[in-house]
């Protein structure tokens, strides 16, 4: 990502092209596919949709009709080709109801409020600002998903438009999520540093398990790195240390990196990958049918989300997903869309065991 300004784009209110208002049938075998907020082809392989009632503004709505075969889950409802919802991780989603709400002293629950802009950081370790966030009202053994999430190439003082440009932080309560959003020390993470990076990076993950995870605090059960542009491809390598084998579950390389050839993780074969890129970037996702073969999954589906064409390989094994987004009418720095940063964080939520 290059320039001296980054395009923060703000989620879409209109109505879209397919519309699905929920469903309880539960697809079989493996992780499944998560909800959308549109309509995709029919159910998966759990339930036949069912009429429903039309999306409202800000909501996508309309659809062609389900053609999913009957199953042994509950019709879903909707306008739109119901997609089966995910059976939910394993674990009290609030944690122990008799334990007490998690929080530090350091950093406030909630993390900055505001939508898909600039953040602010509310947290230093080594006297470098970050952002961090984790939910509010969780009782002890919460189960969680750590994300680093990494910036690309800026000027020091624009580094945490990430915060912006992928905003997992606005599902932190909906799907017990714990966000970093940190600052590189130059513009491009590992690229003339003299070396500070990387530690930096590892102070922060010790600090977030010495302090978030364990007896009663979160039950951190994944750690996720992201990044966009240069940071997907540093995010390609960092998180594939082999140090951090036992805690990344998956990356998210978000326009930078991709499967072959430079910027392809050396782990891809052990972990969750999701890849997306802009219209404005000129190449399309990286096609991920081999990785996810080897992971179980069945073959790949498609579907629109708003104007984001999505392929996904459902019923992966467990602990496994695999997702492009190809962001049509987005440029390279134009943030994205609400609804596709909720489905990458449905997929992520439905990988962690």
Same mark, same amino acid.
């Given at each position: 990502? *290059?320039?001296?300004?980054?395009?923060?784009?703000?989620?879409?209110?209109?109505?879209?092209?397919?519309?699905?208002?929920?469903?309880?049938?539960?697809?079989?075998?493996?992780?499944?596919?998560?909800?959308?907020?549109?309509?995709?082809?029919?159910?998966?392989?759990?339930? *036949?949709?069912?009429?429903?009632?039309?999306?409202?503004?800000?909501?996508? *709505?309309?659809?062609?009709?389900?053609?999913?075969?009957?199953?042994?889950?509950?019709?879903?409802?909707?306008?739109?080709?119901?997609?089966?919802?995910?059976?939910?991780?394993?674990?009290?989603?609030?944690?122990?109801?008799?334990?007490?709400?998690?929080?530090?002293?350091?950093?406030?629950?909630?993390?900055?409020?505001?939508?898909?802009?600039?953040?602010?950081?509310?947290?230093?370790? &080594?006297?470098?600002?970050?952002?961090?966030?984790?939910?509010?009202?969780?009782? *002890?053994?919460?189960?969680?998903?750590?994300?680093?999430?990494?910036?690309?190439?800026?000027?020091?003082?624009?580094?945490?438009?990430?915060?912006?440009?992928?905003?997992?932080?606005?599902?932190?309560?909906?799907?017990?999520?714990?966000?970093?959003?940190?600052?590189?020390?130059?513009?491009?993470?590992?690229?003339?540093?003299?070396?500070?990076?990387?530690?930096?990076?590892?102070?922060?993950?010790?600090?977030?398990?010495?302090?978030?995870?364990?007896? &009663?605090?979160?039950?951190?059960?994944?750690?996720?790195?992201?990044?966009?542009?240069?940071?997907?491809?540093?995010?390609?390598?960092?998180?594939?240390?082999?140090?951090?084998?036992?805690?990344?579950?998956?990356?998210?390389?978000?326009?930078?990196?991709?499967?072959?050839?430079?910027?392809?993780?050396?782990?891809?074969?052990?972990?969750?990958?999701?890849?997306?890129?802009?219209? &404005?970037?000129?190449?399309?996702?990286?096609?991920?049918?081999?990785?996810?073969?080897?992971?179980?999954?069945?073959? &790949?589906?498609?579907?629109?989300?708003?104007?984001?064409?999505?392929?996904?390989?459902?019923?992966?094994?467990?602990?496994?997903?695999?997702?492009?987004?190809?962001?049509?009418?987005?440029?390279?720095?134009?943030?994205?869309?609400?609804?596709?940063?909720?489905?990458?964080?449905?997929?992520?939520?439905?990988?962690?065991?």
């Amino acid at each position: 990502m *290059a320039g001296n300004g980054v395009s923060v784009a703000p989620p879409v209110g209109n109505a879209g092209v397919g519309a699905m208002t929920g469903g309880s049938g539960t697809p079989t075998g493996g992780t499944g596919m998560p909800p959308t907020s549109n309509g995709g082809s029919g159910s998966t392989s759990g339930t *036949a949709g069912a009429s429903g009632a039309s999306g409202v503004t800000g909501t996508p *709505a309309g659809g062609a009709s389900g053609n999913g075969t009957a199953g042994d889950g509950v019709a879903g409802t909707g306008t739109g080709g119901s997609v089966g919802m995910p059976p939910e991780p394993a674990g009290p989603e609030d944690g122990d109801p008799n334990a007490p709400i998690v929080a530090i002293d350091e950093v406030a629950c909630g993390g900055p409020s505001g939508g898909f802009g600039l953040g602010a950081a509310n947290h230093q370790i &080594g006297g470098r600002d970050m952002i961090v966030t984790y939910p509010c009202n969780k009782h *002890a053994g919460a189960p969680a998903t750590f994300v680093l999430n990494l910036h690309g190439t800026t000027p020091l003082d624009l580094h945490f438009y990430q915060h912006g440009y992928f905003a997992a932080h606005q599902f932190t309560e909906s799907h017990n999520l714990i966000i970093v959003t940190p600052s590189s020390v130059v513009q491009q993470w590992g690229n003339g540093d003299n070396g500070e990076d990387e530690p930096h990076l590892m102070a922060i993950i010790e600090w977030v398990y010495a302090t978030l995870h364990g007896e &009663g605090k979160f039950d951190i059960r994944a750690m996720w790195v992201g990044g966009h542009s240069w940071g997907g491809g540093y995010t390609a390598r960092f998180g594939c240390k082999p140090e951090l084998a036992d805690k990344v579950k998956g990356l998210i390389l978000m326009s930078g990196g991709g499967l072959g050839g430079f910027g392809s993780p050396a782990c891809a074969n052990a972990v969750s990958v999701i890849i997306s890129t802009a219209e &404005g970037d000129g190449r399309m996702p990286s096609d991920q049918m081999a990785l996810a073969t080897m992971h179980g999954c069945d073959a &790949g589906q498609n579907e629109m989300i708003l104007m984001n064409n999505h392929t996904f390989w459902p019923d992966c094994d467990a602990g496994f997903v695999h997702a492009n987004y190809y962001m049509l009418g987005k440029e390279h720095a134009t943030s994205m869309d609400r609804e596709v940063v909720e489905s990458i964080v449905d997929w992520i939520k439905l990988a962690r065991q």
